[in-house]
């Protein structure tokens, strides 16, 4: 069965830092590219990075492209994120996700309806 599970959301200043965490269970995470997306209330869901499958290569909207790094541990089945400089506007849901067929650039185009993904993680910035 084909599990993600977030972790690692809270509140947090504006400038502060947090990172995210994507366990994967049920699947070899490294043989599929992972996408974290954000949805917040009232907004777009927005994809705000990929790890590409065959060579980790990372991508990042422009929105938090020089703040956020997406990172992936093979040996523990997870991948991270780690935000730092946080903006009140990256208030929102952050899920990871994967698809069987897509890999990145692609996943992270907003539209996508992905094949797999977690219930997701609270992140707010806020003073």
């Known amino acids: 069965q084909v599990q993600l599970v977030e972790s690692g959301g809270g509140l947090v200043q504006p400038g502060g830092s947090l990172r995210l965490s994507c366990a994967a269970s049920g699947f070899t995470l490294n043989y599929y590219a992972i996408v974290w997306f954000r949805q917040a209330p009232g907004k777009e869901r927005e994809g705000v990075s990929c790890?590409?499958?065959?060579?980790?290569?990372?991508y990042y909207a422009d929105s938090v492209k020089g703040r956020f790094t997406i990172s992936r541990d093979n040996a523990k089945n997870t991948v991270y994120l780690q935000m730092n400089s946080l903006k009140p506007e990256d208030t929102a849901v952050y899920h990871c996700a994967t698809d069987l067929s897509l890999d990145c650039p692609p996943l992270l185009r907003n539209g996508i309806i992905y094949d797999y993904w977690g219930q997701g993680t609270q992140v707010t910035v806020s003073s």
């Open positions: 790890i590409r499958t065959s060579d980790g290569r990372p």
